[in-house]
Each structure stands twice: as structure tokens, then as C-alpha cells.
């Protein structure tokens, strides 16, 4: 318990170090303010929101990378939305080696165990799920959401979530989170000029029990490493 | 005596007794024993058994979660194989089913399925060609879906069974489930049999359908048989049972495994109760001969006790039987120092006790306690003996009845001590004068018996020659010399009789000859005993001759020598027999004297006498003198019967004179004393008959009450010639003149009798010279010329 608490206190941290850095980008223009509640009505943390224009594709972007990386032996942050086409590189910031692999068809792909020196980003060029995992640490956990639409936003630990920068306009907005029993029903929303709209959804979350991550390092291996 | 007449008698002896006794208690205590310690190992072993069971339960049921755990953690670890897994990934159909039997092959697994997160199987090893379906354990998925892995026991479509485990694999989100199934075959039924040391099976069924026998440690041919003995009724938790199989007996438990739809999976754990209650049985197998060595033991040491007791016992009982048997000397040998010892000396001292006594009984019985002889009865057991014995031999044997003369005299005059005192001598005499194997006896009184074996009738006088020989020299008593004669009559076997009565009487007989005649010793002779005969069959004639008259009384008359005065008469007893003629006293009164018919003739003679005494003198009377015997002057009622006689015929009694012989009165001098004072008292005149034959002392005379005597015939007869006889008949006058006493002579037949009996001063005369008895008639005719005939006689001696 106290591991995953541990892991989750780490993972808000993060979290919060990510909203600070997107925080400042939609200075101004039409948002989506989305508030992700479980059937209990608590929170959804990382329930991830993206609008969809109802008309045609979305305004071309370029692609932006995200970085997943390796820390205490978990792979931050838990959750990572990005669009089509965007790579993502995985710095392993542990003094042990890491794999990561994917089974989904999203985007299967292995990086055998390294570290060090990080390996090319992976580009992920189909939408959907990517579940990652580590072959050697079977607690490490990672989602990729792929998404087509430039506009996504993440919920924070209080389940709210801003999509920013969106041009006016009518959307489609849906919600996925990794625990979802099934995909909840999206929402089509008008955005207008300098106004933000609001949406409120629920989701149907599974309890998962996530595997334990042990402390680390039992055999007292870490005290001999080099500081 | 029991031993020989079998068992049921056999019963009734003590240490039968004792030893059924003590059998029977140690057998009932044993069985009791046996059958509670039976009942509690029975209870035990079922309280065993149910432990077993209860334990084997348990083990079992923690070995099956045991394999499920391992078996889950051996699927997951499979699952969690990144190969495998990736293999799964590649959604190859080829690569997957490769892949799952592969790594199926890994962990042992009889069968691996891919179910989809959907509850397809996608793949499985089992039916590699048949396409997707729906996973049939659906409960073991939703488990798996919460717990991510779940197992179970199943019955696959093949009727076998499994332990399935499902298991997701992660990747890492589940991507799909691998269910592991490890088919549970009779080998490992076997090792939870030999874990749980209990019968496993499992057991399927539908619904209400028959049980079936999924896998099981009991052998194939066995299983139909457990079926049927099986509960019917839906198995809701444990339920427990007992059923028998092949003739054992199991008692069990059923425990639900596996419930899927309506189908219900059942473990069967069972326990033999034969092989719990084995230890049980061997427990019991030596209880048993425990049982049997205690009623061994105590049947020997029943018998060893009980021997103790009746050994000595029998030894006892044969011990008084053998004194029953008049055996004395077998002393009973019993060392034992019990309370039997105890007995057993006290009848040894008993034992001796009675032979001593019953020694003092037998000389009481068979000897004279006086002289320590014999009796009369060993005499006449030792003649029987000896005549048997003489019998066989063929030889003679001869018997002597010796009595002592005058023994009464010695008895009177010197006392009884010197009476006895002389028996004794003569005893010891006689003793010491015959053989070792001669028997000297003392019959009674004076009477003492000799039995001579091997002697014949001519020894018979040498040895009555010895004897009296050995009774010549007087004995020295008190400082008197003592002569002791003896008459011996002598009988002979085989000539005066064949049987012990008879030589007895003959014996008796010729002593009796021998006393009366002049011999010492006589042997017995056939004439005797024709005599005696005579006198034997005059009892009833003598009876018949008072009835009927044949007897009739004679008088003789006394005479007064001094004046020829008939001074009284003596009525003489005559009795004319039918066929004998007439019979003088001599003939009949000895017999009568001896069977006591002798009063009746007394009496008899006493009435008639009197009777007639007034016929004989009228006008004067005459005293009538009659006859007594000694054997009358016993009867003390004498003096009252004459007395009576007296006064019926009115006669004074100095008219009635009895006459009483001397050797009577000297056969019991004491005896007939009393009577004769009696008599005295009464006036009746008593006189002594036959003086000079009984051998009568002066000193006895002197103090009998008599008025006179009567000298006997023998001395009389002899006077004239006899110069001896003639002193004694002066003599005899002479005394009784110094007596007082009236002097009468018998037997006087000549005048010159009469003159010198005159000549000595002699009183009366009585005889033939005086006149013959004659009937009271004729004498009453003649009786005036008496005197004259007297005076004739006295003219004729004159002349």
C-alpha cells in the first residue's frame, strides 16, 4: 500500500509539474472546462478529455513529442495523451536498466533493456491505447492514449480538466481512462468566442488492483551504489 | 468312589466344586474385562477414525488448495512470460496454440486454453481444430476477473477430471486469460491416499442422476459398489456416511468440491474400519489370550489348591473309612501345617483314641475281666473258627467243659475276694498247663472251657488227666492251703458233633455226668445224651401230667425209734406215665428243677399232700413231710403260698415239715436262706434231706434254720458191714443231737438197722423195714398196725 501510495504521490507531483507547464500556453481563446466524476462522484485523476470538431478534421497542428521516463522504477506519467504522429522518448532516469515493450495494436514495439544513454523517441502513428510495461518490473504501468484531435486536456487530482486554444466551434468530447469498463458517452459541445464551455461527465471505472511494486532495493543493493 | 461314575457326579466333589467355581468367576471377570475394554477400543476406534478422517479431511483439502496455489503461481508465472506472452500477442492462431502447449508442456499441464477477455476459447491444446467457444467454467473466470487467477476442479466434456486454473495475462493490461488444467488421474488420487492415509475419490453427478466415479484411489472393481452406497441427497456440506465394501466395513465423509450448474463434483474420503480397528483387533487378539492364559492359570491353581484341600480330604475320608473297616494302624500323613494338618492330627488322635477304646470294648466283649481269659463268647467264636478250620484240615478237635467242686463253699466261707482270687489261680493253671494254641475260657461262675484243636477223642483224656493234674496241688490263699477239684466233661469233633451248639451240650452233659458220678472226668457218650433227650420231652408231658391226673402222691411213713410210733409221713411224688410206666422223682425233677416247672410240681404236691393229710390219720394228725427244692427256696413267695395251703386245709404249720436236700442247698448256700428263716417264722419244720452228700459244713449247718436232718441211704445201707459208715452215721447223730436237731434216718430195711440206730441214739427211722410208700388209702388201713408190725419187729428182733 504505502509503495502505491508512494507511487501515486509521485505520479500527482508529476502531474502537477506537467499542469504548471501547460498551464500558461492557452493565454487566451474559446476552452473546454471538464469536470471527470466516477460513479461515487469522486474524482477521475487522468481521465483524459479530447474534442473532436464535428465538422471534418481538426485544424493541423504540429505534432508535439512527449516524454515518458523511468523514475524509481515507474514510468512517469502514468498517463500520456498525444496525437497522431507524435514520438515520444523514454529516458530511463533509474540506476538500473530498463525494457519497455507494447503489445497493442496501436503500436507494438519493443525497447530491449538500456539505460543510460536514451533511445530514439517511437513515433506513434496510429490512434488507440498503448499500454506499455516493463518485461522485468511487472508493476510498471504506462498508458499512450493516441488521439487524431489537437485538443485533449488530462484531469488533474481533482478530476478537472481545460482544453485550451480550441477555435469556435461545434465538438465532440469523450472521455477514456485506462480503468474504464467501457467508453463513456461523448458529449457534442458549441464553443464560441473567448468563452469557455463546460462539461461534466461520469465514468464507470473497474477497481484494478495494480500489481505491488516492492521497495526498493531489499537486499540493500542501492546503499552500495555510487551516490 | 464318585471318580468312576462320571461327570455329573463327579460335580458333587468338592474340588470339582471349587475349580468350576474359580474357573467360572476368572472366565466371567475376564469376558467382562474383554468385552468393556472391547466397547472403549470399539468407541476409540471410531473416535480414531473419526479423527483420521477429520485429519485426512483437512489434509486433504489444504493439499488440494496447496496444489491450486501452486499450480496458479506456476500458471501465472507461465503468463507472465514475456515470450509467451508476446506469442500470444502475435494473435498468430499457429504461434498461439505452439506457444500454450509449449509452455503447457513446461509446468505439466494436461491442457492450456486461451480465453479471450471475452470468455471465448480461443485456443486449446486439447482441440487445437475446433473454433471458438464459450469457456464452460464460467465461475472460475468471473473469480479470476476480481482475483485475477481462480481454479477450481472441473469435469471436462472427456468426463475426467481437472484442476483448472485461470490465470490473465497481462500485457501488462490484461489481454486475455490462459486457463491451465492438470488432469487428476488415479496416480494422483494415490498420493492423496497415501497423504491422507484415507480412500479418496471424486465423484460426479447431475442433477439426481447416479453418481460416477471420476477418479479414485479404490480398485475399478470395487467403485460400483461405493456408488451405490452412497448418499442420494445433494451433498450441502459435509455429510458423513458408512457403507460396506467387499465385507468391510468404511465409514466416511463426502466434501463438496466443485458445484457447476447443476452439476455437483464430490470428494469422497472413506476409512476402512477394519484397518482402524486393527490395531484394535491385535489388542483384542491379546486381550484375548491373556483372557485365556489367566483362566489357564487359574484353572491349574484352582485344581492345585482345590488338591490341596481335597487330597487331604480324600486322604481323610479313605483314613476313616479304613477305621470304619477296623483298621487302626494306618496313621494319616498329612505334613501340612493349615488348618487340614490340624485335622488331620486330631484324626490321627481320634484314630488312636478308638482303637485304644474299641481294644477295651473287645476285651470287655471277648475276656473275663477277672482272670483275663476269654469269655464265653470268644470261646464260642474260636470254637467256630477251629471247627471250620478242623473241617477243612480233616482233623479232630475236642473241647473240655471243666467246673470246680465246691467252689460256692470257698466262695460262702472265705469270702468273695478268695472266690475270685481262686478263679484266677485256676485260670492261670490251666493256662500255663495247656499249648499256646489251646483256648482256656471262663464261661461264667466257676465254669471254665478248653479248646483243644488237632486233639482227638482218645487225646481228649490224656489232656483232662493234665489238667486236673494241674489242679491237684492246693492253692496257697491267705495262708490256708485251698484244694480245688474239678469235674471235666470232654466232646469231640467229629464224633459227638459237627457244630459248636451241639459239643458245647454234649460237653455239658458229661461234665454234668461227671459231677454226679464218681469220676472226675468223663467223655461224653450218645447215652447221655439219650437221657437228657428223655427229659427234654418230659416238659410237655409233665405239663399234661398235672392237667390230666397222672400224678399221685405215696406216703411213706417216719417212725419214732425210741417208742415204733409213727411219728409223721413223707408224702413222695409218683407219676404213672402213659406209655412209661410209672416214674420215680430222680427221673423228672432235675428237668423240672431246670426249666423252673419245678414250682408248679411244689405247689402242686403242697395242695394234695395237705389235702389228704386228714385222710391219712383221722382223728389224730400226723405231720406230713414234702419235699422242696432248692430252686423253690428262691421264690420268695414260698412262705406266703404255703402259708395260703395251710390255711385253706386248716392245718398248723408245725403239721407241715419240708424237707430240703443238702447238695441243694449247698449248690447257692446264700440263696435260699432268707426263705427257710421266712418258713421258720412260720412254724413250718425244716429239715435237711440226704445229709452227708452236700458236703455242708458244721459251720453252715449251724446257722441254718432247721429243726432237723435226715442221714442219706448210702451210709445207712452200709452201717452194718461198714465199720467207716457206721462211725459216720453216729457221728452224724452226734452232731445233729449237739445241734438240736431231730435226727432221721433213711433207707432202714432191716431190723438190725433199726437196733443200732436205736443203739445210737438216732431219732426216727424211715425206710422199707418201716414200710414201703404207699397211697394215702392204704396207708390210712394200715396205719394202726404199724406198731404192730413194729412191735413184730421188735419181737422179732427180740426173738
Excluded at chain 2, 447431475?206 to 448418499?231: D, K, M, N
Excluded at chain 2, 489367566?294 to 482345590?306: D, F, K, L, N, W
Excluded at chain 2, 473241617?391 to 466261707?413: G, Q
Excluded at chain 2, 413231710?625 to 395251710?646: G, T
Amino acid at each position: 500500500m504505502a509503495a502505491r501510495r508512494f507511487s501515486w504521490g509521485n505520479a500527482l507531483t508529476v502531474l502537477g509539474t506537467v499542469a504548471l507547464l501547460l498551464g500558461p500556453i492557452p493565454a487566451a481563446g474559446n476552452s473546454i472546462s471538464a469536470s471527470v466524476r466516477d460513479s461515487a462522484g469522486g474524482p477521475v485523476v487522468d481521465a483524459v478529455v479530447y474534442a473532436s470538431p464535428t465538422g471534418g478534421a481538426a485544424q493541423g497542428r504540429p505534432p508535439r513529442n512527449a516524454v515518458i521516463e523511468q523514475t524509481d522504477r515507474d514510468f512517469i506519467p502514468f498517463v500520456t495523451v498525444i496525437q497522431v504522429g507524435s514520438a515520444i522518448s523514454f529516458p530511463n532516469r533509474d540506476p538500473l536498466k530498463h525494457q519497455i515493450y507494447s503489445f497493442s495494436p496501436a503500436k507494438p514495439f519493443e525497447i530491449k533493456l538500456y539505460s543510460g544513454k536514451t533511445p530514439p523517441p517511437i513515433v506513434f502513428d496510429k490512434p488507440g491505447v498503448v499500454a506499455l510495461g516493463c518485461n522485468i518490473h511487472d508493476w510498471m504501468e504506462a498508458y499512450v492514449f493516441v488521439v487524431e484531435t489537437p485538443h485533449f486536456a488530462k484531469a488533474d487530482k481533482n478530476g478537472a480538466a481545460t482544453i485550451t486554444d480550441l477555435p469556435a466551434g461545434r465538438y465532440r468530447v469523450q472521455v477514456w481512462h485506462p480503468d474504464q469498463r467501457s467508453d463513456a458517452a461523448g458529449q457534442e459541445i458549441s464553443v464560441g468566442p473567448k468563452a469557455t464551455a463546460h462539461a461534466e461527465f461520469a465514468v464507470d471505472l473497474i477497481t484494478r488492483q495494480r500489481k505491488p511494486k516492492p521497495p526498493f532495493d531489499p537486499l540493500n543493493y542501492g546503499e552500495r551504489l555510487p551516490k | 468312589m464318585s471318580r468312576a461314575l462320571g461327570f455329573p457326579l463327579r460335580f458333587r466333589s468338592l474340588a470339582a466344586r471349587i475349580v468350576f467355581f474359580f474357573v467360572v468367576l476368572f472366565a466371567l471377570v475376564q469376558l467382562a474385562a474383554f468385552v468393556i475394554v472391547h466397547a472403549a477400543n470399539s468407541r476409540n476406534a471410531r473416535a480414531n477414525i473419526e479423527q483420521d478422517l477429520a485429519a485426512g479431511e483437512l489434509i486433504f483439502k489444504r493439499i488440494l488448495e496447496q496444489n491450486q496455489r501452486q499450480l496458479e503461481q506456476t500458471a501465472t508465472v507461465l503468463a507472465a512470460d514475456f515470450a509467451f506472452r508476446a506469442a500470444i500477442a502475435s494473435n498468430d492462431r499457429h504461434t498461439v496454440l505452439s506457444a500454450l502447449h509449449n509452455h503447457g508442456t513446461r509446468i505439466d499441464a494436461s491442457v492450456v486454453m486461451l480465453v479471450s477477455l471475452d470468455s471465448m476459447v480461443i485456443a486449446d491444446t486439447q482441440h487445437p481444430t475446433m473454433p471458438p467457444r464459450p469457456f464452460p467454467f464460467s465461475p472460475l473466470l468471473e473469480n479470476a476477473a476480481v482475483s485475477d487467477k481462480a481454479s477450481g476442479i472441473v469435469e471436462m466434456a472427456d468426463g475426467q477430471l481437472y484442476q483448472m486454473v485461470v490465470v490473465p495475462v497481462f500485457a501488462p493490461v490484461p489481454i486475455a486469460r490462459i486457463a491451465v488444467g492438470f488432469l487428476i488421474d488415479d496416480k494422483v488420487i494415490r498420493q492423496l491416499h497415501e497423504l491422507t492415509s484415507l480412500e479418496v475419490s471424486f465423484v460426479a453427478r447431475r442433477g439426481s442422476a447416479p453418481w460416477r466415479v471420476l477418479a479414485s484411489s479404490i480398485p475399478e472393481e470395487l467403485r460400483p459398489t461405493l456408488v451405490q452406497g452412497l448418499p442420494r441427497d445433494r451433498v450441502r456440506g459435509n455429510v458423513a456416511f458408512s457403507l460396506t465394501m467387499d465385507g468391510v466395513e468404511y465409514t466416511g465423509r463426502l466434501t463438496p468440491v466443485a458445484h457447476q450448474q447443476n452439476a455437483e463434483i464430490v470428494a469422497v474420503l472413506q476409512r476402512s474400519l477394519s484397518s482402524a480397528l486393527e490395531y484394535f483387533n491385535k489388542l483384542g487378539g491379546t486381550l484375548l489370550l491373556l483372557a485365556l492364559a489367566t483362566i489357564a492359570i487359574s484353572i491349574v491353581g484352582s485344581i492345585v489348591i482345590a488338591r490341596g484341600i481335597v487330597k487331604p480330604l480324600n486322604a481323610l475320608a479313605d483314613s476313616a473309612r479304613k477305621v470304619q473297616d477296623g483298621d487302626y494302624t494306618t496313621a494319616l500323613d498329612i505334613p501340612q501345617q493349615d488348618e487340614i494338618g490340624a485335622l488331620a492330627t486330631s484324626f490321627n488322635h481320634m484314630r488312636e483314641a478308638i482303637a485304644e477304646r474299641e481294644g477295651q470294648i473287645l476285651r470287655l466283649a471277648y475276656r473275663d475281666s477277672l482272670t483275663d481269659l476269654p469269655n464265653r463268647a470268644l470261646f464260642q467264636d474260636r470254637l467256630a473258627q477251629a471247627l471250620l478250620a478242623a473241617k477243612r484240615a480233616r482233623s479232630p478237635l475236642t473241647i473240655l467243659l471243666l467246673d470246680l467242686d465246691r467252689f460256692k463253699y470257698i466262695n460262702d466261707t472265705l469270702g468273695h475276694h478268695v472266690g475270685d482270687e481262686v478263679l484266677r489261680r485256676v485260670g492261670a493253671r490251666l493256662h500255663d498247663a495247656l499249648r499256646r494254641s489251646d483256648t482256656v475260657a471262663r464261661l461264667g461262675g466257676d465254669e471254665f472251657a478248653v479248646l483243644l484243636p488237632g486233639v482227638s477223642v482218645d487225646g481228649a483224656a490224656e489232656l483232662a488227666q493234665k489238667v486236673l493234674h494241674a489242679l491237684e496241688d492246693p492253692l496257697q490263699l491267705e495262708g490256708q492251703a485251698i484244694d480245688v477239684g474239678a469235674s471235666i466233661g470232654a466232646a469231640s469233633y467229629p464224633e459227638h458233633g459237627e457244630d459248636a451248639a451241639t459239643l458245647v451240650r454234649h460237653a455239658d452233659i458229661a461234665m454234668y455226668q461227671a459231677k454226679r458220678g464218681t469220676t472226675s472226668f468223663v467223655t461224653y457218650d450218645d447215652s447221655f445224651d439219650q437221657h437228657r433227650e428223655a427229659h427234654l420231652s418230659l416238659l410237655g408231658e409233665l405239663r399234661r401230667a398235672v392237667d390230666q391226673n397222672e400224678l399221685h402222691l405215696v406216703y411213706q411213713p417216719k417212725i419214732e425209734l425210741a417208742t415204733g410210733r409213727t411219728s409223721s409221713v413223707e408224702a413222695l411224688l409218683r407219676w404213672q406215665h402213659p406209655t412209661r410206666g410209672p416214674l420215680l422223682p430222680c427221673d423228672f425233677i432235675p428237668f423240672a428243677e431246670q426249666t423252673g416247672y419245678i414250682r408248679t410240681l411244689t405247689r402242686w404236691v403242697l395242695e394234695n399232700a395237705l389235702a389228704q393229710s386228714a385222710e391219712l390219720h383221722p382223728g389224730k394228725r400226723l405231720q406230713i413231710s414234702v419235699n422242696v427244692s432248692a430252686k423253690d427256696l428262691v421264690n420268695a413267695e414260698l412262705p406266703a403260698i404255703i402259708e395260703e395251703v395251710l390255711r385253706t386245709h386248716r392245718i398248723p404249720a408245725r403239721g407241715l415239715c419240708l424237707e430240703i436236700t443238702e447238695s441243694g442247698l449247698m449248690e447257692d448256700p446264700g440263696k435260699g436262706f432268707k426263705t427257710m428263716q421266712a418258713l421258720r417264722e412260720l412254724g413250718v419244720s425244716l429239715v435237711i434231706d440226704d445229709f452227708g452228700t452236700g458236703y455242708s459244713s458244721l459251720a453252715y449247718i449251724k446257722n441254718l434254720p432247721v429243726q432237723g436232718l435226715k442221714i442219706d441211704r448210702m451210709f445207712v445201707a452200709n452201717m452194718e458191714t461198714n465199720s467207716r459208715d457206721h462211725a459216720i452215721v453216729a457221728s452224724a447223730i452226734e452232731l445233729g443231737h449237739h445241734l438240736g436237731l431231730k435226727v432221721t434216718a433213711e433207707g432202714v430195711e432191716n431190723l438190725k438197722q433199726n437196733e443200732l440206730l436205736r443203739n445210737l441214739a438216732c431219732d426216727e427211722g424211715q425206710g422199707y423195714f418201716f414200710g414201703r410208700p404207699q397211697s394215702a388209702r392204704a396207708l390210712r388201713s394200715s396205719l394202726g398196725g404199724h406198731e404192730v408190725r413194729i412191735a413184730a419187729g421188735v419181737v422179732a428182733s427180740v426173738e
